[in-house]
């Protein structure tokens, strides 16, 4: 069995999470739900980053004590998990975290041959927390940021990067060390190329307002942010510390033959795929597999404000996950990222989009073909699985096999290049198929027994459907866990043979939040409909489907399924993952320990 470690970075907590966020834990968590599935051995990873200066900065702004402030956000980050219903297996603050502090002064420690000291000016970007060189400045202007960097002059610990541009440029060229896409793979060659400057990794502790880990052996410097940050991905495993638990954990995910994944935004390639490998290199340790760098979302045409502060048009908490997650379900939430964010370029969000997409395609298009699929069988079969088809494969229905056999492979090629978009494409097309199948083969007639009926072929269409359904639950579970458990749920037969009633596999979101300012679902009350589950509602044909489905769901409703949802993921994920942690059970801890491991 493969191990694949699956890491996303770690944020720094001078605010609270906005969608950006969500978009890579999300990423992170198809692919460890998948790479499960596939039996691969899986520990996902998150965490916070709570040693940034910048978190400094924005505790004193709003006059709280560091200590205080970091907490409080790192816990809505924490927070995430459930929310989003993400399998994380282990989340580490760095500040709170026992394994970190010593990882982090042993991983110093092995890298002291190219630490040394000298005194430093430069123009220094806060926001950054790093360094620029006046060539890499736009406009004089930090290029992250736009804002105009400081003169820093300072004695600051520096680290060797020159010696290791070529090794750097071998792992990368020969794909020991994968990143994609390949535009950035280019870009970091780039930066090898226009030659490697050594870099800071310290400050002085009084800058640092004492916050962050002493340089060892020099208490009054603070080892620099990143530096400390970079190394949560060994520290968690054990990295540095005596015993057992890096024997297991660090052998089993960093040190072993296995997948080592990193997943991360645009703007901090060069510290993941230059810095951070180098500083593997010098401790003697095994760089990463794989470096996966996802664009930036902006929010109705504007750029996510990296403090957190500009949530657009819905002023504080528009644009928090959790809160999105919570009024339109998880599953709608991580639809919107997957389905819509392209591989390469920025994508825009809205609240809009989200329900849009998720109206079209989760309460309609799927929700109403598993819908009609099981109220058929219901009607016409007495909810008894129509007999496989063997030769009398229905006829029309080649497309629609073509695209159930595909799907997995087709998923797995598009996650293997990163490309969530085009995995849930080929999930997708088993849905649209479907739905053009069920048009074409209209099976309310064949039901008939007069003139046009045809019980044989009848069985065939049926079966067939109800296969394209159960295929459709079985891949939609890394993209869609508390949904793709529903399709499963309405697709199994119960102990007496039949399959349950037709329920709704995705409720439709308020048809009004269209239109509603961002996260402001609940501007209207909507209005109160009743749902229909009694077996004398069950449509035979598909106007009568469509009545049945599209009522619009109340938001009470979608907010009470909430927690069910929760209990659905554990349920699947019990049954089919092994080594899953069930959505809504993960503890965010700072001292899970490798408990986690052991799966
Ligand atoms: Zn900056």
Not at 3 to 11: H, K, M, N
Not at 38 to 43: A, E, L, M, S, W
Not at 275 to 300: E, K
Not at 534 to 563: S, Y
């Amino acid at each position: 069995m493969t191990a694949t470690y699956i890491t996303t970075t770690i944020p720094y907590v001078n605010a609270r999470p906005h969608i950006g966020h969500a978009l890579e834990l999300v990423q992170a968590d198809v692919l460890a739900r998948y790479h499960r599935r596939c039996g691969d051995t899986v520990r996902f990873q998150a965490g916070t980053d709570d040693n940034a200066l910048k978190n400094v900065l924005a505790a004193g702004a709003a006059g709280l004590g560091v200590r205080e402030f970091v907490d409080r956000n790192a816990e809505a980050f924490g927070a995430l998990g459930g929310a989003l219903s993400l399998s994380v297996d282990d989340f580490i603050r760095t500040s709170r975290d026992p394994r970190h502090r010593p990882g982090v002064e042993a991983f110093w420690r092995a890298c002291s041959p190219d630490l040394y000291r000298r005194q430093y000016t430069g123009l220094y970007c806060t926001g950054c927390e790093q360094f620029y060189r006046p060539a890499e400045l736009r406009d004089g202007r930090c290029p992250e940021h736009g804002t105009e960097p400081e003169q820093v002059s300072e004695e600051n610990w520096f680290f060797r990067l020159s010696r290791y541009a070529a090794p750097l440029r071998e792992a990368i060229t020969t794909g020991r060390l994968r990143i994609e896409p390949a535009a950035r793979r280019n870009e970091v060659l780039g930066l090898i190329d226009g030659g490697l400057a050594d870099f800071s990794v310290s400050r002085p502790a009084d800058r640092a307002g004492g916050w962050g880990i002493p340089v060892p052996g020099d208490p009054g410097q603070v080892v620099y942010v990143w530096f400390d940050a970079l190394c949560n991905y060994v520290t968690a495993l054990g990295y540095g510390q005596d015993g057992p638990a890096r024997d297991e954990a660090y052998r089993r995910w960093w040190a072993g033959p296995g997948n080592r994944v990193h997943l991360l935004g645009k703007g901090v390639l060069r510290f993941h795929a230059v810095y951070w490998p180098a500083m593997l290199l010098a401790s003697g340790q095994q760089l990463p597999t794989g470096i996966f760098v996802h664009d930036y979302l902006t929010a109705g045409g504007r750029k996510i404000s990296k403090s957190g502060a500009g949530s657009p048009a819905g002023g504080p908490g528009a644009l928090e996950p959790a809160a999105l997650a919570a009024e339109c379900g998880a599953d709608a939430v991580r639809w919107w990222l997957l389905r819509e964010v392209p591989r390469v370029g920025d994508a825009d969000f809205t609240v809009a989009r989200l329900v849009a997409r998720a109206d079209d395609e989760l309460a309609n298009g799927l929700g109403n073909l598993v819908n009609r699929v099981v109220a058929m069988i219901g009607r016409y079969r007495d909810g008894q699985l129509p007999p496989a088809p063997g030769h009398h494969a229905a006829s029309g229905g080649d497309r629609l096999a073509a695209a159930c056999r595909q799907a997995g492979d087709a998923v797995g090629a598009a996650l293997e290049n990163f490309d969530f978009r085009q995995a849930t494409a080929a999930v997708w097309s088993i849905v649209d198929e479907a739905n053009g199948f069920v048009n074409r083969a209209r099976p309310w007639e064949l039901a008939r027994t007069g003139p046009g009926g045809d019980s044989r072929r009848l069985d065939a269409v049926l079966a067939q459907l109800l296969g394209a359904c159960s295929v459709l639950g079985r891949e939609l579970t890394p993209f869609l866990p508390g949904t793709a458990a529903r399709v499963t749920a309405q697709c199994t037969p119960g102990a007496d043979g039949r399959l349950p009633g037709p329920r709704p596999v995705f409720r439709r979101l308020a048809q009004r939040a269209r239109s509603a300012p961002a996260a402001g679902l609940d501007a209207e009350e909507p209005q109160q409909e009743q749902q229909h589950e009694g077996a004398d509602d069950r449509p035979d044909d598909p106007d009568q489907v469509e009545a049945v489905n599209a009522e619009r769901v109340v938001l009470d409703e979608v907010l009470q399924e909430t927690p069910d949802e929760g209990a659905e993921n554990a349920q699947h994920d019990g049954a089919e993952d092994p080594d899953g942690v069930p959505a809504g059970q993960e503890q965010p801890s700072d001292s899970a320990g490798d408990e986690a491991d052991d799966n």
